[in-house]
């Protein structure tokens, strides 16, 4: 990193500026060193204007009387400006001198992006001044403030601090995946805000820490405009999430509508305050963070009353918001009530606090995604029982005539081919020797005696009364239906001991698997003839099965007709 930038031979010149003295000097890009080094009244020391700028400026340090060991001096860290070429001059007691030139991408990071360091050239001997000379610089006053140390704050290009404000991004980014789940799950838009907030978050820690310049290639200006909009941006995030958030009993319409005005505020407030500076003069903080002292004193306004209504989400807002609030009002009091002499830098202050909010605003998403999933497993299960009651025979627990008109179609497309009407023997003089509740358990034996096999290709219904129907899938259809009649009396007989007579059933089956595919086929043409079997069934003596296989279907105007093998 040498070369660049030549430096003329400099003259000790300690005797025209007082120890410890630092003096600035500027002007046109042809001055030297040479020509300003032994005329003090061409310097400003002692409180240079850092708003100076010209084509070339000279900062010159005098360290006489300086406590450390000047011998052990190797690095300068100072406040990050853009520049095209910084030479750095030590000269010694004896006049010995040493120059190392610089380019801005040929420094090296601080402890955030908002300082940079160099090393200083090797001399022999113990320096007295250094010097540093900047070339297209528009506030070399920052030279000025330069620290000079033994050792660098942080190793050069990747230190331990680095590190560690890349291991803060990983967790910032971690709780998008989550929230890209939740969205999926609830389909509200909260996660998909807190999402936008957690990468704002990243790309302002990854900004104020140096990851930025150290991963890419852009101009200064470009990282200045990311710093500045990405924090403005994840602000208005943290309230649109709050808005979307909060549960929608504890905040009413009118503070939504605040809360959306706040983060309009807010990006108008940095777009601002970024693109047009020179609008605001010296006020720039001022009014910068000023705004931010209102959005914040509207926020927990709003939170402290959503929590006062019951919320339960607000305290985790208002708690993860604090450590980053504390942060705005200390810089807010330092600019409006202080000169300004301290200078408070708040890039890991900020890392950590957005590291916390983080945190405890994902904790609040899960918290929150638990409880709207819980409320709607709840309605759902409270769905799922009212569709029971409306598609299930509340007695026996079967389908009912509902369930079947909705599931006919269904049914039949599934391969559900034949078709049985099952009607009780003689169930009128049961519950007229017996009673009716003993008629009830006479239905529940038959219902659990047709469903007693629980097999996936067997549907039965309950359709009215003592008369069930029966859907079937695959082959032996006709065989099957009659083993599931014929297990009723046996059944009744075990479990029924009161009764003095069996329990016999009437059935008609019919296979339609031929006709299957017909688009004119309808239920009601297929139980008419099924029903017209049963009859038949009745007819012939009751306690037994007619069954037929449908070949054809024509069905005529005002009625179906039907044709069996």
Request: aromatic share 10%; hydrophobic share 45%.
């Amino acid at each position: 990193m040498t070369g660049g930038l030549a430096v003329p031979a400099i003259a000790n010149s300690g005797d025209t500026f007082s120890p410890g003295s630092v003096c600035l000097a500027s002007g046109p890009e042809s001055l030297s060193f040479e020509d300003v080094a032994d005329r003090p009244a061409t310097w400003t020391c002692n409180g240079a204007a850092s708003e100076n700028s010209a084509e070339r400026s000279f900062i010159r340090i005098d360290l006489r009387g300086k406590a450390a060991d000047l011998s052990q001096i190797r690095y300068a860290e100072f406040d990050r400006i853009e520049f095209e070429t910084l030479a750095v001059t030590l000269i010694g007691a004896d006049g010995r001198q040493a120059s190392r030139s610089y380019g801005f991408h040929e420094t090296w990071l601080g402890q955030s992006s908002l300082d940079t360091m160099v090393e200083l050239p090797v001399l022999e001997g113990t320096p007295q001044i250094v010097v540093f000379t900047l070339d297209g610089a528009e506030e070399p006053g920052a030279l000025a403030e330069a620290r000079l140390a033994a050792e660098p704050s942080v190793r050069p290009t990747s230190g331990t601090i680095h590190l560690l404000a890349a291991l803060i991004c990983g967790l910032l980014l971690a709780p998008i995946l989550f929230d890209l789940g939740y969205y999926r799950v609830l389909r509200e838009p909260f996660p998909l805000w807190h999402a936008l907030f957690c990468a704002m978050a990243f790309v302002q820690t990854a900004a104020v820490s140096g990851l930025v310049p150290l991963m890419t290639s852009w101009s200064y200006t470009t990282e200045l405009y990311i710093t500045y909009l990405s924090l403005d941006v994840m602000v208005a995030a943290t309230l649109l999430f709050a808005c979307n958030f909060l549960e929608p009993e504890t905040i009413n319409r009118r503070q939504r509508q605040i809360l959306a005005a706040l983060a309009l505020l807010s990006v108008a407030n940095g777009i601002a305050t970024t693109f047009w500076p020179d609008m605001f003069g010296d006020w720039i903080n001022h009014v910068y963070f000023g705004g931010y002292m209102a959005i914040l004193a509207a926020y927990f306004a709003i939170l402290w009353q959503a929590r006062r209504s019951g919320s339960r989400m607000a305290a985790y807002l208002f708690l993860g918001f604090a450590p980053f609030g504390c942060i705005i009002v200390t810089q807010f009091t330092i600019t409006w009530f202080t000169d300004r002499s301290y200078v408070f830098d708040e890039t890991w202050p900020q890392n950590l606090a957005l590291l916390f909010e983080v945190v405890a605003t994902a904790l609040a998403v899960a918290d929150r995604f638990i409880a709207i999933k819980h409320e709607r497993d709840l309605a759902l299960d409270e769905a799922r029982n009212l569709e029971r009651l409306t598609t299930r025979d509340e007695l026996t627990g079967l389908r009912n005539r509902r369930s079947l008109d909705a599931s006919f179609e269904v049914l039949v497309a599934n391969g559900f081919h034949t078709l049985a009407v099952l009607d009780i023997d003689h169930f009128k003089p049961i519950n007229d020797l017996y009673g009716h509740p003993f008629g009830d358990s006479v239905l529940m034996c038959a219902a659990d005696a047709l469903s007693a096999e629980h097999d996936d290709d067997i549907v039965v219904f309950r359709i009215g009364g003592e008369e069930f129907l029966m859907m079937l899938r695959g082959p032996a259809g006709f065989e099957r239906a009659e083993a599931r009649r014929r297990a009723i009396a046996t059944c009744t007989a075990a479990t029924m001991g009161d009764l003095d007579r069996p329990v016999t059933a009437s059935l008609g089956v019919l296979d339609f698997s031929a006709v299957a595919g017909d688009p004119q086929l309808d239920f009601r043409t297929l139980y008419t003839r099924a029903d017209q079997l049963l009859y038949e069934a009745k007819c012939a003596g009751r306690d037994q099965m007619r069954s037929e296989t449908l070949e054809w279907f024509v069905p005529t105007e005002g009625q179906e007709a039907v044709g069996a093998a």
